[in-house]
């Protein structure tokens, strides 16, 4: 039967009152934390549909009273629990998921956002202790994958092609930078989440010594260091890989034809790949090379000669993971098999095949990139408005497979679009509040704000 998220409450609070509760509750095979995610969601539903007991969580931070949280409304959530939001107290947060573990006996612990991946990792071993297991790559893995600077250090020793990269550690730098890449420029963290910083830190592109001046003193400011490539102009490439014991038990390729933000930011709009040897060899030589165990992606971008060069790694389920599962490549149950200590020895040789060509699309990530797209004329991945309204609407004569929408799950769907049309609403008024403060301006002779002024608005 479903838990409510104010039994789940209601729970919590005795287990602080009550200290080391005994444990009496109700069993589950999988807590699923970050419900609100696209990556929770279809991490419910494999799990659910193996036949599992999962329970979901999500940040109160995140829950909306008037939206509901995605993996909340699925029908394969046995129990859903609300915990105190990681980036305003990641402690009392972990405090949440061992208490849950503590009260009702889990085996696994699934986190599939970079919050709650640093506000569970030391916790780790209290988990293992009450027979749990966090489904994360071992802490030397993370150590190197969670510091880009690491990870291309890593792939250089390997021979791995990487983009010329220059580190950043003061503004005083910025002048010397210029002088060496000339502009754009991509700016990425060398740590996206830091205990500074409120929200995930993204690679930005600037075209102007502005622009740049002011991305480096916030990365700076939030606790990371500051990496500085040339802009690559190629196709976003990558595979998603399942490795145990230095073999990959299951890979996936990808193609990202857009993402929200357009620069490093979630696919909007991605499509299967076979796995090319230019990229899939790289990446097996680098997970190797770090010892890594679990899920992973290795992302590429080609440079204007069509060579994949390294772009990071991330050690946790991606974006692009729906379209992993509809080619046929089920990556939450591969975790599970592992996590829960499932003998994957015996399995040997290639990955499984799967198939290619698979579009899939998000389409509030899609809208979100159309909007993006139109106030970012002329800068590095933008096109013209009308070849974006092309591809926008053209892609509903090419893509079926949308991210949330299942004919035997259909909440998380609904609650999707009431997401969606929120965003739209806010949107329209915003652009409606900056039309009336534009004239008011106009007419005292002052300047105009547009709405390319505004931040992203779905």
Known sequence: MRGTVKQASQEAARAERNGVPQRGGDRYDILVLDAGSKQSLVSTRSLGRAGLRVAVAECFAECDPSLPVL????????????????????????????????????????????????????????????????????????????????????????????????????????????????????????????????????????????????????????????????????????????????????ACGHLAHRTSPALGGVSAMRESTPLLPDIYEPARALVQAIGMQGVCEVEFRRDAASRPMLMEINTRLAGTIYNAVYSGVDFPLWIWRWASGEDLSHLTGPPPKYKTGVRTRWLRGDMRWLWDNGRRAGRPDSVSRARAWWLFGSEFLRTFHYDCMSLDDSGPALAECRHTVAAVRKSVRKVKGVSRVSGRRARRGGGSIWPGDLGAPI
């Not at 150590?143 to 990487?162: S, Y």
């Not at 503004?171 to 740590?191: C, H, N, Q, R, W």
């Not at 606790?223 to 998603?240: F, M, N, Y």
Request: aromatic share 6%; charged share 20%; proline share 7%.
């Open 71 to 250: 993996s909340f409304k699925s029908r394969y959530a046995a129990r859903t629990l609300v915990l105190p939001s990681y980036a305003d107290d990641a402690a009392a947060f972990a405090d949440g998921v061992v208490d849950f573990v503590r009260w009702h006996p889990t085996r696994v612990v699934l986190p599939t956002s970079d919050g709650s991946i640093a506000a569970m990792s030391p916790r780790r071993e209290e988990l293992r202790q009450l027979g749990c297991v966090l489904a994360l790559a071992p802490p030397g893995v993370m150590e190197v994958t969670n510091d880009k600077d690491q990870t291309l250090a890593v792939a250089r020793e390997l021979g791995i092609p990487c983009p010329e990269t220059m580190l950043l550690t003061s503004l005083d730098e910025l002048s010397k930078m210029a002088a060496s890449f000339g502009f754009p420029v991509v700016l990425k963290p060398t740590i996206s989440w830091t205990d500074r910083s409120s929200s995930r830190l993204q690679p930005t592109e600037v075209i102007n010594g502005r622009e740049a001046a002011a991305t480096v003193e916030r990365f700076l400011e939030a606790g990371a260091g500051a990496l500085a490539q040339p802009w690559l102009s190629g196709t976003r490439e990558g595979v998603t890989m399942f490795v145990v014991g230095g073999q990959v038990l299951a």
